[in-house]
């Protein structure tokens, strides 16, 4: 708890894990995205990259675990995280009765997720607490990360312009005029002002992805969110596209970008995650991951794609 709640974390991931019916994504992911960090996550296809992504913003619910933006709580509470909780269980009563000790007792729990539906009112009552102290609105706090797809996911119905100002102005974050002035300055940032009156079935996509970060851009957020950002690019847009990324992160913009992009990874990032099975493999610096990297399975990706 006290590590979350360091004033550098901008977002928490603890223990983290992701089921789609019988199938677990993410094994117990835990990791923490500092203010103003870099950090690209690498891995083969099937790993659990894009799901984690998405469960930073609750995109999708974890199954277990945790989600933290700042000293903010986005998930309901994880019992299994909070042993003062996991002491006014049932459970943890049955097993003291039984002669376990109070580490013996926490273990079992904690890794063979022992905890049913009814647990008794004094657990109930303390993770309320936990929630009413420090839980935050969903909406309110994906206002402060913007996301970007693979596929762009402008809303072709909606010139460039429309497509920029929607949220703001929905949101009541700025007034229209403030909204399309903010939109302009953004547009003409990435040389495509004369766009303004097109719809995105007539631009590249090179183009529509650029013009789908700047909509992320538009709403103001502290941390950028990229899921494989390039994936869906011919190969000659890909470099327009990661130009914006670059000028992001000189900038100082906090950001976590999935990508199938080696060098820029290594060119980028303060901080890379090698994600295989639904966990983290290893971590480090691009140089300790591409250079020196102690995992195997990491050695044997890395001699794949390089």
Known sequence: M???QNNDIMIGVRDVHKHFGELQVLKGVTCNIR???RVCIIGPSGSGKSTLLRCMNLMEEPTRGEIWLQKNLLTAPDPYLYPDVLRKTRTYERLITAGESDESALRQIFENSLLKKREGKASRVALSAIEASCRMDINHAREK???????FNLFNHLTILENLILAPVQLKKMTREQAEE???????????????DEYPARLSGGQKQRIAIIRALAMNPEVMLFDEPTSALDPEM???VLDLIRDLANEGMTMVIVTHEMGFAREVADRVLFMD???IQEEGTPEEIFKTPKNARLQEFLSKVL
């Open 277 to 279: 099975r639904g966990v």
């Open 2 to 4: 006290k590590e979350i």
């Open 238 to 240: 890909v470099g327009e």
């Open 145 to 151: 990360m913007g996301m970007v797809f693979q596929h």
């Open 35 to 37: 203010q103003g960090e």
């Open 182 to 196: 903010k939109a302009m300055q953004l547009l003409q940032r990435i040389g495509l002002r004369d766009k303004r």
